[in-house]
C-alpha cells in the first residue's frame, strides 16, 4: 500500500506542481539524485504525459545499422491475444519512438505472417516495454524487428 501512495504522489506532484516548460527540464529537474529504476520510470511515465505530443523531435526511420542494435525478448502474454515483451536500445544516440515487429509461425506458411506496429519511447542504452493486441499464429510464434523510427538526441545539457 506504502508503495502504491509513494507513486500516486509522486505523479501528482509532477503533473500538477512542475513548472517546467518542456518535457527535457522535466526529465532534468527530476531525475537529478534518483537512486531506482522503478522511480525513474514513474517520472519519465509522468514527464511524458505531461508534454504528451509536445517538445519531442520528429521521429523518422533509422537506418539498418541503428535497427541492428535493437533487441529483446517478447511473445504472448497472460492473454493469448496480447504480445508483449522488453526491448533493448543498443543506441547511443537515438531514441526509439516505434516498433515495426513481423510475427509468424517457425516452419510455418509465409502466407501467416503478419507485421504489427508497437508505439514505444525507449531511451539511448536502455530497456522499455512494448505491448499490443495481435492474432496468434499457430505452431510456435517466432518473430523479429522490421523497423524502426525515432529521433537523434541531441546535447541535452548545452542549455544548462
Known sequence: MSKLFIILSLTVF?????????????ILKHMEGVNSDQAAKLIHNSCRSKFKGTNLP???????????????????GFQANY?????YNGNQEVTITSIEIAIYSEGG?????KNYNATAYIPPLSTGTI??????????????IIR???FANTNRDSHL
Open 83 to 87: 504480445f508483449t515483451g522488453d526491448i
Open 58 to 76: 520528429d521521429s523518422s526511420i533509422l537506418t539498418n545499422e541503428q535497427t541492428s542494435k535493437i533487441s529483446g525478448k517478447a511473445g504472448p
Open 131 to 144: 505491448g499490443f493486441s495481435f492474432i496468434p499464429v499457430s505452431g510456435k510464434i517466432k518473430w523479429h
Open 14 to 26: 509532477i503533473c500538477a506542481c512542475s513548472q517546467e516548460s518542456s518535457y527535457d527540464e522535466c
Open 109 to 113: 506458411d509465409f502466407d501467416e505472417i
Open 148 to 150: 524502426a523510427k525515432g
